[in-house]
């Protein structure tokens, strides 16, 4: 057992001075200090630093860091076909896995637990996830643009959800614009035959929504509920282009709207409504993209983001809510990834647990912790992350059986070919 | 001597993998390995990290870390005049030099060498700056809002200005909505009498710049430009209104725009017109502004912010300029703040450093250093930074001659009092 002890707790109810007691992968205890103590493996004392749920990162395409800062500031359209397309069909399972690593690593270093992930070669990405003891669940990324069979849906369902406490999958596809009516009506089948919620790409952009209005008279989101998709709940990554309508839909069927501030801010896309979200009742999360469109995986910059968009919006100071965005980047997220035991600190729940350090100056004084986090905080705050109960990662170091030097060589050695085939 | 070597520099051509000597305050020599080597005190193996110039932070109210997540999320008078004032009446010299030393230590923890400050006590900042060996430029704060005396400007102006290499003193004012035509005309007298450059708040709010349009029939800057105000130069914060009228006089004059990203957005200011500023040749800097309106103190979240609202003004993934910026956070802001040999790394040059751990995940692969900088980089990177050839954090160690501790106590006890009082 594990006990962390003399620091600050955030608990659902909000910061506490409890102490937390690990044994195994789960939280057996939170609160005061007692006379009757087992006898502990490991005693860290916090000294007054934070201990807090690890970040959910709902949305990301991990792999996706061989394409860092090699294809930024282009519009849209150049940047998909000419800069990323290309490049992804020389991906291979190799790649994937090496390229995943580095992501892995960084999530690690800031406090992300869990990912959510859409990419290719899932044999190859959830090795690694059950490797390295980091929860990865995957979302279904069929698309016709690579003349995917939509019936894949069932075989891997059952067999990436077959596959340990580290890796899901979840029934979707990529996008609306990127698949036909006879795909959406196969995953609405299955969502019925599992009683399962369906996720996908969901109004990112202008263009896109416009698109759909056009083709099938209704949103996309209108148009997914119509057939059933929605039966089971799920939800949307980006939702810039919600209407209230939409989000109505959302609110009723309990579904989960990802916002990716960083991405949809690089890619010009546009601004997540929040303000409509939150008077709809809408469950939300966070979630970072891929790191070629954003370019860093790192929640407090999400956070941050999504609060200041949220205020240039509205043109006004008072909209945004930073414990809101938190609980959405912590909690939230482990909902919508139907982590719902890694969602919180307390006795029962999964150990996965980040230590926030309120010694760098960023965190003084302390008029609002949670305030701190959202506003101030950065990953150089994060002094130990945690996942089922195991460190990975701590005070710079990466505990994950593999050298990170050794991680960035064969990544840096792939990239290289990819990029002179 | 001290030596840095096996590594890369960011030098004002671009980024080379030549060796950096430091001699004192100075850089002595940036270029290969050579046989006949000095002896060194200090070896610095970087193992392919990036020696870079310190970031000149601006614009800043340093000591305003007393506000940090202590008022957020409100409409921007209510924030001013029921938050910030009436704490602010409390300030004493005691109170300034200690939230002051919270906001050095995180420059220091951030990279930044320098900061362009504006605010009161300023025998209690620069004491600070002068015991901790940190570059401070003040620049006047002259407001009727406190019943300020316009003629302080020209004792202020020598006093300061002859208080060695880390103090300096810019001329200025608040804003043009806290001060009337006969402060203006008092800095504008002082310009020329000193030949110096005028500085202020300028075009921070929309509200501001109309009420100024209907009070003297002309922007703030072509107000200021009218009084000849600039006819050594200087420049604004903020500047987020600035119409192309006020663009082509900033850049007829010399003046520099200093981009306040981060504070714009949380106060729902706006978001400044990069692309104008950029085709009208306008000098630019990078500013954080004050901890109670961002709420950190950090170069790469602005420098982030700056491209990100970019491209969601313009509505074009393309608008943006990494590079730009990144020379605007570094060289701009030197060149603001009359800090001319302060700003680059090259043979001659103040040795104002900042070590970048280039072995953090989030700068993998390296593509492109600059961009792996502006868009991923965040404070965790930041391993040294020196100032005038004397290393003042490194390793999450500061090295100021007080424990970081002991600063956070007494921060946190007078803060504690104004709250109280």
Request: charged share 25%; with cysteine.
């Amino acid at each position: 057992m594990i006990r962390f002890y003399n620091g600050l707790t955030l608990e659902p109810a909000g910061v506490t001075e409890n102490e937390v007691w690990v044994d195994g992968s789960a939280i057996s205890y939170v609160g005061p200090a007692r006379a009757d103590m087992p006898a502990f493996e490991r005693q860290v004392d916090l000294k007054g630093d934070l201990l807090m749920p690890g970040f959910k990162n709902a949305h990301t395409h991990s792999a996706m860091t061989f394409l860092r800062s090699a294809a930024d500031d282009l519009p849209l359209q150049d940047w998909l076909q000419k800069q990323v397309f290309p490049r992804e069909k020389k991906l291979d399972a190799e790649r994937v896995a090496a390229f995943t690593k580095v992501a892995f690593l960084e999530y690690l270093a800031n406090g992300i637990t869990a990912c959510f992930d859409m990419y290719f070669y899932p044999d190859a990405f959830v090795q690694v996830a059950k490797d390295w003891g980091f929860r990865a669940i995957m979302c279904e990324s069929l698309t016709s643009v690579t003349n995917d069979d939509p019936n894949r849906v069932y075989e891997r369902y059952e067999k990436y959800n077959d596959m340990g406490p580290f890796v899901g999958y979840r029934l979707g596809f990529h996008a609306e614009y990127t698949n036909g009516i006879d795909a959406f009506k196969t995953v609405a089948e299955a969502a019925h035959r599992f009683k399962a919620p369906v996720w996908c790409h969901n109004s990112e952009t202008k263009k896109e929504t416009e698109e759909c209005v056009a083709k099938y008279g209704k949103t996309p989101t209108a148009l997914f509920d119509s057939l059933g998709m929605y039966d089971y709940g799920g939800g949307g990554y980006h939702c810039v282009y919600f209407t209230p309508e939409d989000m109505d839909i959302f609110a009723k069927r309990g579904c989960t709207a990802v916002i990716n501030a960083c991405s949809n801010g690089k890619l010009a896309s546009g601004i997540f409504p929040l303000k409509l979200a939150v008077e709809k009742g809408v469950n939300l999360a966070v979630g970072t993209d891929g790191p070629a469109s954003n370019n860093a995986l790192d929640m407090f910059r999400e956070m941050y983001l999504i609060n200041i968009t949220a205020k240039l919006r509205e043109g006004d100071a008072a909209a945004g809510d930073p414990a809101l965005i938190l609980n959405a980047a912590v909690s939230g997220g482990a909902r919508a990834m139907g982590l719902n035991d890694c969602d919180a600190v307390a006795a029962g729940k999964q150990a996965d647990l980040v230590r926030i350090d309120m010694h760098r100056p960023n965190m003084r004084p302390v008029h609002n912790v949670v305030k701190n986090l959202v506003y101030s905080g950065d990953p150089s705050n994060v002094r130990m992350t945690m996942i089922a109960g195991v460190v990975r990662y701590e005070d710079g170091q990466f505990f994950v059986g593999e050298d990170p030097e050794d991680v960035y060589r064969e990544a840096e050695r792939l990239t290289k070919a990819i990029f002179e085939e």
